[in-house]
């Protein structure tokens, strides 16, 4: 077990203990946020055939005279989705509608706000344009391939895959992950309430954060401070789940059963990361499942699961650092403010992070305390400051801004 790493050393960790994911065959309709199982080949040209990039007339460029008027023949019209357009010779010219195909002959489009028609003639009085002409491949060619294995379906991957004659499209399985808070003090929300009790939160928001990085969230019952009670939860998340996340635990505490039941029945990989708040993570395996045991502090466990946890879904959806899913990026932001960082340890405060005319601002709007859940919804970022470094006022620093 290592203990006491760098923010560096846990991800690398993390990484190597990903999960092997089956993939399966969806629909374009179901695909959005998937990651492709597989890399996907064009099995058309884009363009499919030479096509008008306008509304206008298919010409031969030579007949047209730069800035001078003249008179061609009308053989025809071409229309998206018709017929074989007549071709055209020397002086002829065929109506044109955009996304057409090219008559054979033609070589130019000319705008139909520069002619005028004159019964069978058409007057031209503006230029003949080559590059208004799409030409079959241009964008795609046939057999390419075009969306990489670990590529992240949004929008317009959906229209690509469709455009490249795709309706179905092999994708990873989502992981299912546990999800378990432990603690005698909490309860569910909506529940009567003692004095010494808390409504249990952080279930909540880490399984919404599961299913924005493309896994499925259960979640368990919360936990009292009961070592057989948790192992029984941890079993039977171990028996169906793919990855296993707890809420608090982790600490140095008397009551702290998650790392306790790690010690004496797990296996750890980490434990702690030089990270503030977030410093007591542990990270390993329970029945040959991976497990995040995340802090209880509710800042603190969003923190680790954007830092530490999201990679891990990553590596497993066979995507680079810089892919999505993510959860946010690292960007570079002028304080406003300043803001005290953390003796050994990387320092994440909270941050607001905003557009100005000379490039992002930050500022600090709440208490920065890792139970104050609600400067995660006041700010939109953290600072990434390093170990034993501050940041004054105009500094530009490191930043990571939440999606």
């Given at each position: 077990?290592?203990?006491?790493?760098?923010?560096?050393?846990?991800?690398?960790?993390?990484?190597?203990?990903?999960?092997?994911?089956?993939?399966?065959?969806?629909?374009?309709?179901?695909?959005?946020?998937?990651?492709?199982?597989?890399?996907?080949?064009?099995?058309?040209?884009?363009?499919?055939?030479?096509?008008?990039?306008?509304?206008?007339?298919?010409?031969?460029?030579?007949?047209?005279?730069?800035?001078?008027?003249?008179?061609?023949?009308?053989?025809?019209?071409?229309?998206?989705?018709?017929?074989?357009?007549?071709?055209?010779?020397?002086?002829?010219?065929?109506?044109?509608?955009?996304?057409?195909?090219?008559?054979?002959?033609?070589?130019?489009?000319?705008?139909?706000?520069?002619?005028?028609?004159?019964?069978?003639?058409?007057?031209?009085?503006?230029?003949?344009?080559?590059?208004?002409?799409?030409?079959?491949?241009?964008?795609?060619?046939?057999?390419?391939?075009?969306?990489?294995?670990?590529?992240?379906?949004?929008?317009?991957?959906?229209?690509?895959?469709?455009?490249?004659?795709?309706?179905?499209?092999?994708?990873?399985?989502?992981?299912?992950?546990?999800?378990?808070?432990?603690?005698?003090?909490?309860?569910?929300?909506?529940?009567?309430?003692?004095?010494?009790?808390?409504?249990?939160?952080?279930?909540?928001?880490?399984?919404?954060?599961?299913?924005?990085?493309?896994?499925?969230?259960?979640?368990?019952?919360?936990?009292?401070?009961?070592?057989?009670?948790?192992?029984?939860?941890?079993?039977?998340?171990a028996e169906n789940c793919d990855l296993i996340i707890t809420s608090g635990g982790v600490s140095m505490g008397d009551f702290d059963i998650v790392r306790k039941i790690m010690e004496l029945e797990g296996e750890i990989n980490f434990w702690r990361i030089k990270m503030r708040p977030g410093g007591p993570p542990i990270f390993g395996n329970w029945k040959k499942t991976p497990i995040f045991g995340l802090p209880g502090n509710p800042v603190s466990s969003h923190l680790v699961f954007l830092m530490i946890v999201c990679p891990w879904f990553?590596?497993?959806?066979?995507?680079?650092?810089?892919?999505?899913?993510?959860?946010?990026?690292?960007?570079?932001?002028?304080?406003?403010?300043?803001?005290?960082?953390?003796?050994?340890?990387?320092?994440?405060?909270?941050?607001?992070?905003?557009?100005?005319?000379?490039?992002?601002?930050?500022?600090?709007?709440?208490?920065?305390?890792?139970?104050?859940?609600?400067?995660?919804?006041?700010?939109?970022?953290?600072?990434?400051?390093?170990?034993?470094?501050?940041?004054?006022?105009?500094?530009?620093?490191?930043?990571?801004?939440?999606?």
């Amino acid at each position: 077990m290592e203990r006491g790493i760098s923010l560096e050393r846990a991800i690398s960790l993390v990484q190597k203990r990903k999960k092997e994911l089956s993939a399966e065959t969806i629909h374009l309709d179901d695909s959005h946020g998937r990651i492709l199982a597989a890399p996907l080949v064009s099995k058309v040209n884009d363009p499919r055939f030479d096509n008008s990039a306008m509304d206008g007339w298919a010409v031969r460029k030579e007949d047209i005279p730069d800035g001078k008027k003249i008179s061609l023949s009308i053989v025809g019209i071409s229309k998206a989705g018709g017929n074989t357009p007549p071709p055209i010779s020397s002086g002829e010219a065929c109506k044109i509608m955009t996304g057409a195909p090219i008559p054979q002959g033609a070589n130019a489009i000319v705008m139909v706000e520069d002619t005028e028609v004159h019964g069978k003639e058409v007057i031209i009085s503006g230029f003949a344009r080559e590059n208004y002409i799409r030409t079959k491949g241009e964008n795609i060619s046939e057999g390419a391939l075009i969306l990489s294995k670990g590529h992240f379906m949004d929008a317009f991957s959906i229209s690509l895959a469709a455009t490249m004659g795709h309706d179905c499209i092999p994708v990873f399985r989502k992981p299912v992950v546990g999800i378990i808070s432990t603690g005698d003090e909490l309860i569910p929300p909506g529940s009567e309430i003692n004095d010494w009790q808390i409504y249990e939160s952080n279930s909540f928001g880490i399984a919404d954060l599961v299913r924005k990085m493309g896994g499925i969230p259960i979640r368990y019952p919360t936990v009292v401070d009961s070592l057989d009670l948790l192992r029984e939860s941890l079993n039977q998340a171990a028996e169906n789940c793919d990855l296993i996340i707890t809420s608090g635990g982790v600490s140095m505490g008397d009551f702290d059963i998650v790392r306790k039941i790690m010690e004496l029945e797990g296996e750890i990989n980490f434990w702690r990361i030089k990270m503030r708040p977030g410093g007591p993570p542990i990270f390993g395996n329970w029945k040959k499942t991976p497990i995040f045991g995340l802090p209880g502090n509710p800042v603190s466990s969003h923190l680790v699961f954007l830092m530490i946890v999201c990679p891990w879904f990553r590596a497993s959806f066979q995507a680079d650092e810089n892919s999505k899913p993510s959860l946010g990026r690292k960007v570079h932001v002028k304080m406003l403010d300043k803001v005290k960082g953390a003796p050994e340890k990387l320092c994440l405060r909270r941050i607001k992070i905003s557009n100005s005319e000379k490039g992002l601002i930050a500022t600090t709007l709440t208490h920065q305390g890792s139970g104050n859940i609600h400067s995660m919804v006041a700010h939109n970022g953290v600072t990434l400051l390093p170990p034993n470094s501050d940041a004054n006022i105009g500094e530009i620093i490191d930043a990571f801004w939440f999606d």
